[in-house]
């Protein structure tokens, strides 16, 4: 008898056709990876399970017995718990009230009790948290834990977990993985969204894989490797670009001399940052998260003002420049988080204008043809999966990265400034991007990567500087780089 059966399912939004006849099958005492793309339909899959979406067509079987799940709390009373990659907990309320909210028939609470309640809890499935503690006051890897906590705590016996690495860092991964095992072998079943194939093959026993809202196939893990599951995923078994020979580059087009900021506390995040990027090459800039590497992009487009230090493109001073002005000298931009560098609400075409409004402006107006012409050309050119009116927050995480990267390098500009480009996107994504940004540098635009994914810097820089606790440390030829030497530097060692 399977844990969980989904047969036939079919959704559509409109004319896309999320789910096609998908059928999906979850065993007792499993870690049932979900693996596709971006866009791939494992998402909306999932939220029909949770009664998040209903599915046009298709049947759900629970333990054997056909079930209509319409709401997330009559998943939750099928034994079903799902835990998202944006959590669903209250900052202001402890771990312990964020745990019962909703899950109690009683008119008036006691604190104490329902601490108890919450410590029994997590002493019984290994999930340490603090009870008492506020949820704003945890890191993001323990808010997951209490997230998992919560639905344990309303009797999950299927946990689907979207995404679950998206927003930790490797330790916390591993705490996580941890946890889950630990929990399967007292019975629970879980369901593993993910486009990670190393994760999956680490942590799962079964991988199911859809592509383009099919299933292409579902494989133990014993039977099958990283090539094959990419093959099922996108239908070839390659990914990725490999290091760089040694090229020779332009002349120095942009410096950044003692470049000092403080963050957003006021503290200083910038000591003496100082780097040259020639034309035609990639300099990657590595670092362990916080160290500075969110200032450092901050300053250089414009949103954050230096408190000391220079910044100067082919002779022209943007140190204190604002974001249009710094765009109009030729610097391309992909921000950290593609959500904050984008308009959801608006169109793909209104966001590909964004930045360049005055090109479409006729007799005082925006003239809405030629934006929607403008988009057709970018949607075709960076192979974006979506029309011109579609509004931005309803594309996947991929597509959203090729509006973002489009905007960027429509105007070809001196100088791109790619911050964490690749997160979060899936395999096919993530090579997308990375040729796009070797096909910049071979223009001859220098770029300054700044990525935590150490295998990505590797491999696509022309250089690499490393930066700690605010300072670049060193820059080296990626030719001599490996991830031992990069690893000292960024703990500071060297």
Same mark, same amino acid.
């Given at each position: 008898?399977?844990?969980? +059966? ?42 029909? $399970? ?30 079903? #718990? ?15 009230? *964020?745990?019962?909210?909703?899950? &109690? ?24 948290? +603090? ?11 323990? %808010? ?102 040694? %090229? ?14 403080? *963050? ?11 780097? +040259? ?9 590595? #670092? ?6 969110? +200032? ?42 593609? &959500? ?54 309803? !594309?996947? #995480? ?6 973002? !990267? ?31 940004? $070797? ?56």
């Amino acid at each position: 008898m399977y844990a969980v +059966e989904m047969l036939g399912i079919t959704k559509r939004f409109g004319n896309v056709l999320a789910n096609d006849n998908v059928h999906f099958c979850l065993e007792q005492g499993e870690i049932h990876a979900l693996l596709g793309e971006n866009g791939a339909g494992k998402t909306t899959l999932m939220r029909i $399970l949770y009664g998040l979406y209903k599915a046009d067509a298709g049947e759900i079987f629970i333990d054997g017995k056909k079930v209509e799940i319409t709401s997330p709390k009559q998943a939750i009373q099928a034994g079903i #718990g799902m835990v998202t990659q944006h959590f669903t907990l209250v900052p202001t309320l402890t771990v312990a009230e *964020n745990i019962i909210l909703g899950y &109690h028939d009683k008119q008036t609470v006691s604190k104490t009790e329902i601490e108890a309640k919450v410590k029994a809890a997590s002493e019984k499935y290994g999930i340490h948290v +603090e009870p008492g503690a506020l949820v704003r006051q945890l890191s993001v890897g323990e %808010r997951q834990r209490v997230e998992i906590l919560k639905a344990l705590y309303r009797n999950a016996r299927i946990l689907i977990m979207d995404e679950p690495t998206a927003v930790l860092v490797p330790q916390e991964v591993e705490v996580l993985f941890e946890s889950l095992l630990r929990l399967v072998k007292s019975g629970l079943s879980v369901i593993f969204i993910s486009h990670k194939l190393h994760e999956v093959m680490a942590v799962c026993d079964r991988i199911t894989v859809l592509r383009d809202g099919h299933v292409t196939g579902t494989v133990s893990k014993a039977a099958t490797t990283q090539q094959s599951l990419a093959n099922m995923m996108v239908g070839r078994e390659t990914f990725g670009v490999s290091r760089q020979s040694k %090229r020779k580059t332009g002349k120095v087009i942009y410096t950044v001399k003692n470049l000092c900021a403080c *963050n957003s506390q006021g503290l200083p995040a910038l000591n003496d940052c100082c780097f +040259e990027l020639h034309a035609g090459e990639i300099l990657g800039v590595a #670092g362990v998260s916080g160290n500075g590497q969110a +200032e450092l992009t901050q300053v250089l487009t414009g949103l954050v003002k230096p408190t000391k230090g220079s910044v100067k493109l082919d002779g022209t001073d943007l140190t204190n420049a604002e974001p249009h002005d710094i765009t109009d000298a030729g610097v391309g931009r992909t921000p950290e988080d593609r &959500h904050e560098g984008s308009i959801g609400t608006l169109t793909v075409a209104e966001n590909l204008a964004l930045e360049d409004l005055d090109k479409f402006i006729r007799h005082g107006m925006l003239d809405q043809s030629l934006i929607i012409e403008n988009a057709r050309k970018y949607i075709e050119e960076y192979q974006i999966k979506a029309s011109p009116t579609d509004q931005l927050r309803k !594309l996947s #995480g991929g597509n959203m990265q090729k509006v973002i !990267l489009a905007r960027a390098l429509s105007r070809k500009p001196k100088v791109v400034i790619a911050s964490q480009p690749t997160r979060g996107l899936d395999v096919g994504a993530t090579e997308y991007v990375r040729n796009r940004l $070797l096909a910049e540098r071979d223009r001859g635009a220098g770029v300054l990567l700044v990525s935590e994914d150490l295998d990505e810097i590797i491999a696509l820089s022309d250089r690499i500087a490393v930066i700690y606790e605010g300072c670049i440390k060193g820059i080296m030829p990626a030719a001599e780089a490996t991830a031992e030497k990069l690893g000292m530097m960024m703990a500071g060692a060297c």
